[in-house]
T-cell receptor
Framework: SAVISQKPSRDICQRGTSLTIQCQVD?????MFWYRQQPGQSLTLIAT?????????ESGFVIDKFPISRPNLTFSTLTVSNMSPEDSSIYLC???????????FGPGTRLTVL | KNQVEQSPQSLIILEGKNCTLQ??????????LRWYKQDTGRGPVSLTI?????NTKSNGRYTATLDADTKQSSLHITASQLSDSASYIC??????????????FGKGTSLLVTP
């Protein structure tokens, strides 16, 4: 298995500000993923972060709003920029490993925007 | 469009009872199916993962089944415990070729086990 940690675990932010979420994996992984989980909803993939290249964003998500860094094979950050109350959600980092590319998730960051 | 539908949306059972959660999917090409348990305020944790050729897999009191013909899966929980209270998410992986894949998430079944 993989151990993934995220910081912060939760935050309450003001509208218009930005928050950077950090994700650390206990071993090197090729791809890391960022998800959003809104209340009562399933996980939605925001982007895939590869080391050494720009992140690949899913439809509906753009780099200006969710810039991602991937400086090495164990670490990534997701920034939620110019926040609005609609950005209130749980943000999850994940990585895959193993024969079946089993996906491991971090504990999530619960973001509330006032 | 690839979809994963789970039922019921929520479920309340007494401690010690058994329950079965359902997952129907329309995902192609199918790669594998995973069940995750997500405790409140935590990230999802993998319970089982099954490929096309596997029709049952157990992990302690959790037993998952897969019928690839009807595109249905179930997660059976035996002798439920209070700690089983969580959201259970069905995730179906679609192969994209070149070792790529896409995950399709169900909305989850919220299970509450009461004393």
């Amino acid at each position: 298995s993989a151990v993934i940690s995220q910081k912060p675990s939760r935050d309450i932010c003001q509208r218009g500000t930005s928050l950077t979420i950090q994700c650390q994996v206990d071993s090197q992984v090729t791809m890391m993923f960022w998800y959003r989980q809104q209340p009562g909803q399933s996980l939605t993939l925001i982007a895939t972060a590869n080391q050494g290249s720009e992140a690949t964003y899913e439809s509906g998500f753009v780099i200006d709003k969710f810039p991602i860094s991937r400086p090495n094979l164990t670490f990534s950050t997701l920034t939620v920029s110019n926040m609005s109350p609609e950005d209130s959600s749980i943000y999850l980092c994940s990585a895959h490993r193993g024969t079946y590319n089993e996906q491991f998730f971090g504990p999530g960051t619960r973001l509330t925007v006032l | 469009k690839n979809q994963v539908e789970q039922s019921p949306q929520s479920l309340i059972i007494l401690e010690g009872k058994n329950c079965t959660l359902q997952c129907n999917y329309t995902v192609s090409p199918f790669s594998n199916l995973r069940w995750y348990k997500q405790d409140t305020g935590r990230g999802p944790v993998s319970l089982t993962i099954m490929t096309f050729s596997e029709n049952t897999k157990s992990n302690g009191r959790y037993t998952a089944t897969l019928d690839a013909d009807t595109k249905q899966s179930s997660l059976h929980i035996t002798a439920s415990q209070l700690s089983d209270s969580a959201s259970y998410i069905c995730v179906v992986s679609a192969g994209l070729g070149n070792s790529g894949y896409a995950l399709n998430f169900g909305k989850g079944t919220s299970l509450l086990v009461t004393p």
